[in-house]
Every structure is written in C-alpha cells, then in structure tokens.
C-alpha cells in the first residue's frame, strides 16, 4: 500500500476544511455556516481505494494537511510542506483577493521546495451552489496545473472522481520514479 502526504493550501475562508472533511469523509465536525478558522494544521487520514495507476487498482493511505491560510502561521509553512508529495490548491472564486492570494502559496509550497506543477490540483470551491464565478483567471503560476470547479452540494461525486485521479497521478509518477531508481541500481548507476 502506498503512503501520502499531501498538503492542502489557500486564503482563508476559501473552503479548506469543508472540502478536506468532505474529500476523507471525516464526521468529527458537522458542515456549518459559521466560519470557524484553523488553527496552524489539522491532519486527516483516510485511506484511498481504487485508485487506477497503471492499469493496476491500488490503495493508499493518505495524510491530508489542512494548512491555515492565515499569514500569522507564514513562518510554519516550511515545516508543514516537508516531504509532501502533492499540494491541492483551494480558493473561493466569489471573493477576488483569493485568486491573488494563490501566487504566494504557490511560492511557498511549489517554488521553494522544487516540487512539479504534476503534483499539483487547484480547486475553486463554491458554496451554496453559488456559481457565477466560473472561469476565474489565475496568475501564469498556475498554467500548467489542472484547474477544477466544484460545489459538493450539486457535484460532490465529481469532486471525490477528481481528487482520486489527482492521487492516481502522484503514485504513478512516484512508481515511476521508483522503477527508475531500481533500475539504475540494477545498471550500476546511482
């Protein structure tokens, strides 16, 4: 079974740890409308099946990183992101700050540690169905990485179907990279 960190990141009041207690089916906190910030991290784990990675169905177990989007914890950011394998980017396209907002997550959580525009998933989330916001443009960070909308009320299914395929991708790669290393070992080379 495979292992994985991944660190879930964006403003606050973007829909963090609504689409974190959604994507784990966590049920320690009931969905509510009172706003009820994190403080520093919440680490979920769930454990993820059927995952198609190269044509094999293969599980994992995932630690999700629910990380503050608050500029107080900036300094904790380093800590937080170390040995993640995967960063999921959310924003709430209803408020314009948030998609500027990214540019500095994605520096911090993509930039500085060297990690792949691959292991990365932006989601904009919208509440209440609320949708008049689609199409949201984000800065030339984010070009290469899959952008995708979602409301869990109206697409909730849609949601879980592409966080799956976002941790398919991270585990082929990681296979990948693996089969690569055994076989230089195998060669000689190191």
């Known amino acids: 079974m495979y292992k994985l960190k991944l660190v879930l990141v964006g403003p606050t009041e973007s829909g963090k740890s609504t689409l974190a207690n959604f994507i784990s089916d966590a049920t320690e906190t009931p969905i509510t409308e009172t706003y009820r910030p994190t403080h520093c991290v919440r680490i979920l784990e769930f454990e993820a099946t059927n995952l198609n990675v190269n044509n094999r169905y293969v599980k994992a177990d995932v630690e999700l990183w629910d990380v503050s989007?608050?500029?107080?914890?900036?300094?904790?950011?380093p800590a937080l992101q170390r040995d993640a394998h995967g960063v999921v980017f959310v924003f709430n396209p209803d408020k314009e700050h948030h998609a500027r907002e990214l540019d500095a997550f994605h520096t911090e959580f993509v930039e500085k540690p060297g990690m792949s525009d691959t292991q990365c998933v932006v989601f904009a989330?919208?509440?209440?169905?609320?949708?008049?916001?689609?199409?949201?443009?984000?800065?030339?960070?984010?070009?290469?990485?899959?952008?995708?909308?979602?409301?869990?009320?109206e697409e909730g299914n849609r949601l879980r179907s592409d966080f799956n395929t976002f941790i398919s991708s991270i585990l082929a790669n990681l296979s990948e990279r693996n089969e690569q290393e055994e076989m230089n070992i195998m060669s000689g080379k190191n």
């Open 69 to 77: 989007g608050n500029p107080a914890f900036e300094p904790t950011w």
């Open 125 to 153: 989330y919208f509440r209440d169905g609320r949708q008049e916001n689609r199409g949201v443009k984000l800065s030339n960070h984010f070009n290469r990485i899959p952008q995708l909308e979602v409301n869990i009320d």
